[in-house]
């Protein structure tokens, strides 16, 4: 519940609540590149500050979700967070002339000319640095939303909403999605009312609703796991640096397979038993992989896979799919690989060991665990590879977003969309962030640069599609 920081009353506000320590991780990552997650939906209409059906759906759906407008704060004696659910529900909002835009956008295709303004502006907000060094808050509390309206012409216009991880997780980013849209609709219409508000939202973070028991581990177990994560993590093998000295940031390349194999893909997951984070992972490792088969086929080596799986039908009480916040919890598998490995056995074996993780309770029982190891390399970068901060070749999640409201959003002028979080501060080679939309899958594949360059990741990238689709059949 929300309470006051007793022992420094004046460094954080009444009926704060202090964060969880999943919570606190995704705050110490976001202020290093990692945990921004990023909305983008360009449309066919134009959006000016008078616009007013923007702000009035935004009132309406922040009415519902008090945790979008909270503020947070840095305890810098304690050197932990909390957040406060304000009363005035308001995001941000800054709008960006044609003019502006037109200046941005031929900045950022200097080095990209190919890229869409979509995808070149979704990587610009990915990098804006929101939040930086807790130390730099204002003593009014930070805001964990924001908002920009791009104009692209005189007829098209890109609205980005920017979250940060404590408050937003897939779930909750995939939620907000579907609820902006239908209440979009009904501002168009001219209806009122607004979506149902969730009681308890962000009053407790995960730790705090993880069923008794499932999350016990003795303090032996607790050392030698730590032991075993922390020695295996310098056994791992990572893809090659570009370049490890410069600032990184977050770029992102789009696989879309067309809905023919898509089907294909997906029809040979349910004959095996298995879901498609098991086809991506097993694609994703044998591209990887045969970047080192190049100078040494008989090379083999061990990578990691993290594995993201939303845990609110199991907490209790059972929350749901509306109630925002971060409720995803981590499996971080290693698969040893020879470069002989069959597509669909590897895709077999990398969800059927998640799997037996997931049911022996790894995702509770390792959760301190993984947060602590989090941290460490985000203060101590040298305990990784070259300084890296890479932590597992490969993040998925357990299921795809499944989107069928392509018309609906034909009806709003919604022309394309992409939403993923940033990893340039700790975390994976590559994440992939993958939806079914209208039968088509289309994954944002975010990666850390210059560390790995877009000409790499782009290979590494055609590979997975050309496994996929060669050997996804049936």
């Not at 202090?18 to 590149?33: H, I, K, M, V």
């Not at 790894?362 to 901060?389: G, Q, V, W, Y």
Request: aromatic content about 8%.
């Amino acid at each position: 519940m929300y309470r006051s920081n007793q022992n420094h009353p004046e460094l954080f506000p009444p009926k704060s609540r202090p964060l969880g320590n999943t919570e606190n991780s995704w705050c110490r990552a976001a202020a290093g590149g990692t945990g921004i997650a990023v909305l983008a939906l360009q449309l066919a209409k134009k959006m000016t500050e008078t616009s007013h059906d923007l702000q009035i759906t935004l009132e309406k759906l922040l009415n519902s979700h008090p945790l979008l407008h909270s503020k947070l704060y840095y305890n810098p004696a304690t050197k932990h967070f909390s957040f406060l659910k304000c009363s005035n529900p308001q995001i941000p909002l800054k709008f960006h002339d044609l003019p502006s835009t037109s200046k941005l956008l031929l900045a950022l295709s200097a080095q990209n000319p190919n890229i869409s303004p979509l995808h070149l502006i979704l990587e610009h907000e990915l990098n804006s640095k929101s939040w930086s060094d807790p130390s730099s808050f204002p003593c009014s509390g930070m805001d964990l939303l924001f908002g920009s309206v791009y104009a692209l012409s005189d007829v098209k216009s890109l609205i980005v909403l920017k979250f940060h991880a404590a408050i937003c997780d897939r779930t909750s980013a995939v939620s907000f999605l579907r609820e902006l849209m239908v209440l979009a609709k009904e501002v168009e219409c001219g209806a009122g009312g607004g979506t149902q508000k969730i009681d308890g939202e962000g009053d407790m973070g995960i730790e705090s609703l993880v069923p008794s028991g499932l999350a016990k581990k003795t303090m032996w177990a607790h050392g030698i796991d730590m032991l075993g994560y922390s020695v295996n993590s310098l056994r791992l093998t990572n893809l090659k640096f570009k370049n490890t000295k410069l600032a990184r940031f977050s770029e992102v390349i789009r696989l879309k397979i067309n809905p023919h194999f898509t089907a294909e893909i997906l029809t040979g997951c349910k004959s095996r038993g298995i879901k498609l984070c098991g086809a991506l992972a097993a694609a994703g490792l044998m591209a990887g992989h045969s970047t080192k088969l190049d100078s040494d086929h008989k090379l083999k080596k061990k990578y990691g896979v993290v594995t993201l799986t939303d845990c609110r039908t199991i907490l209790e009480p059972a929350l749901s799919t509306q109630h925002f916040g971060f409720y995803h919890s981590a499996i971080l598998n290693i698969h040893t690989m020879k470069g002989t490995e069959n597509f669909w056995d590897l895709a077999q074996r990398c969800y059927l060991d998640f799997e037996q993780y997931k049911k022996c309770n790894r995702h509770f029982s390792d959760m301190a665990d993984l947060n602590f190891l989090m941290c460490k390399a985000i203060e101590n970068p040298s305990l990784t590879a070259s300084s890296s901060l890479r932590t597992s070749l490969i993040s998925v999640f357990e299921d795809p977003v499944m989107d069928g409201s392509g018309q609906m959003q034909q009806e709003l002028g919604v022309e394309d969309y992409i939403g993923c979080a940033s990893v340039h501060g700790v975390g994976p080679s590559i994440a992939f962030f993958d939806i079914i939309r209208d039968g088509e899958l289309d994954c944002a594949c975010v990666y850390p640069a210059p560390l790995h360059s877009r000409e790499q990741m782009s290979e590494l990238v055609d590979r997975m599609k050309k496994i996929m689709i060669g050997e996804g059949g049936l």
